[in-house]
């Protein structure tokens, strides 16, 4: 073996971060391989590989024993003792059986090995960057399409955007640059794959701790999200201080936060809702744009009735039952919405049941106009 071979090791060692030493191991290991393949031996080898002389050398094992049954694996007592006297029955005797031209093999064995090891050790370390970004959000670069997958290049890999998470409201070309969420890593033979998707919540998730640092930091928590992809979400905010409007905060100055957000998402409308640990309030918030009148809460059966003007209940419905649909999801609550004339015919209307309205924040603005600031142009349509 070169001091070439050698010195190469070493600058893989620094370059790759592969060890040395596991080359060596890998390259033993082929070597040997190589050794019976090309030379049809059956024999117990080992290789040793002398870094200082830059020798590889070949030796066969054989146990000492009294009466030869294979030769290639035995040698007789009394051969052994020729070799050195004090071999005794039991003992593993080497005997370097290196054949000429063993160097051209070696060399070619090692160059395989070597580019295995690097790719192998490439992979890994591709692997263990991107593993650690599972659910997290990256932006790409879309390089290519077919009927079954976006393929989008986030710099080390390129990662696949199944027709099942791409939005119905997005149109794709190559170049384009997109955000996108991982939702699965996975260290497969051909190296890391890696799956992303435009309609999971969690992007939606993600966008708003890029956009919100009272997220980011933890002053403002996501509690909840409930997503249509490409249409419309639901997202319940909470802050432990009081002194934090939670909603304000995700909305921004005259909506900025959360229109860059609609922008990145082509037109997805999106309704801030603040949390609460009362259901009656929580799933009154919930159903925003909308105004509720009374929430009746069955505990057993975690359900809701819920009951709106006569004039808002098909914005409190939404289109093809959207809006409900969303609240329901985002609360967790089960959800049945009837109008005030409904809801006194059956008896279900309580006035000391009355929802009041919220007091006035601190801000210029009401605390509903806030949450529906981001779902004007929804509201009217869910009117029509």
């Known amino acids: 073996m070169s001091s070439d071979l050698l010195d190469a090791l070493t600058a893989l060692e620094k370059d790759k971060g592969i060890s040395k030493e596991i080359l060596l191991d890998a390259l033993e290991a082929a070597l ?7 030379f049809d031996q059956a024999q117990n080898v080992r290789v040793d590989i002398n870094e200082g002389l830059g020798q590889i050398k070949v030796y066969a094992r054989k146990d000492v024993v009294e009466a030869v049954e294979n030769g290639n694996l035995q040698i007789s ?3 052994a003792k020729t070799l050195n006297p004090h071999y005794q029955v039991g003992d593993t005797v080497e005997i370097e059986v290196t054949p000429r031209n063993f160097g051209r093999i070696a060399a070619q064995t090692a160059k395989q090995v070597v580019t295995q090891r690097v790719r192998e050790a490439e992979r890994s370390v591709i692997y263990s960057e991107f593993i650690d970004r599972e659910d997290d959000i990256m932006t790409g670069i879309v390089q290519r399409l077919d009927h079954r997958f976006i393929y989008v290049d986030l710099g080390r890999v390129e990662a696949l955007l199944p027709q099942s998470e791409q939005m119905p409201n997005e149109t794709y070309h190559p170049h384009d640059r997109i955000k996108v969420y991982l939702t ?17 919540p969690g992007l939606l998730k993600r966008l708003f701790e890029l956009e919100v640092p009272e997220i980011y930091d933890g ?10 992809a490409g249409d419309r979400s639901k997202i319940a905010v909470y802050a432990a201080d009081p002194a934090v409007d939670a909603v304000g905060a995700c909305v921004g100055q005259k909506g900025a936060r959360v229109q860059t957000i609609v922008n990145e998402l082509k037109g997805e409308k999106i309704d801030i809702v603040r949390w609460s640990e009362d259901p009656v309030t929580y799933v009154a918030n919930a159903l925003s744009p909308s105004k509720v009148v009374q929430v009746n809460v069955n505990e057993e059966d975690k359900a809701t009735t819920v009951i709106v003007p006569d004039y808002q209940l098909s914005l409190a419905i939404g289109k093809r039952g959207q809006n409900a649909r969303l609240a329901a999801k985002l609360t967790g609550w089960k959800i049945d919405i009837k109008s005030e004339s409904e809801a006194e015919e059956l008896g279900l209307f309580d006035e000391n049941s009355v929802l009041r309205a919220p007091e006035q924040p601190a801000e210029d603005q009401p605390i509903e106009d806030q949450e529906t600031l981001s779902t004007e142009e929804s509201s009217e349509s869910d009117q029509d």
């Open 219 to 228: 002053t403002v928590e996501i509690k909840s999200i409930s997503r249509e």
């Open 77 to 79: 007592l009394e051969q």
């Open 184 to 200: 699965k890593v996975e260290d497969a033979k051909k190296g890391p794959m890696i799956t992303v998707s435009r309609t999971h």
């Open 32 to 38: 040997i391989s190589a050794y019976k393949r090309n």
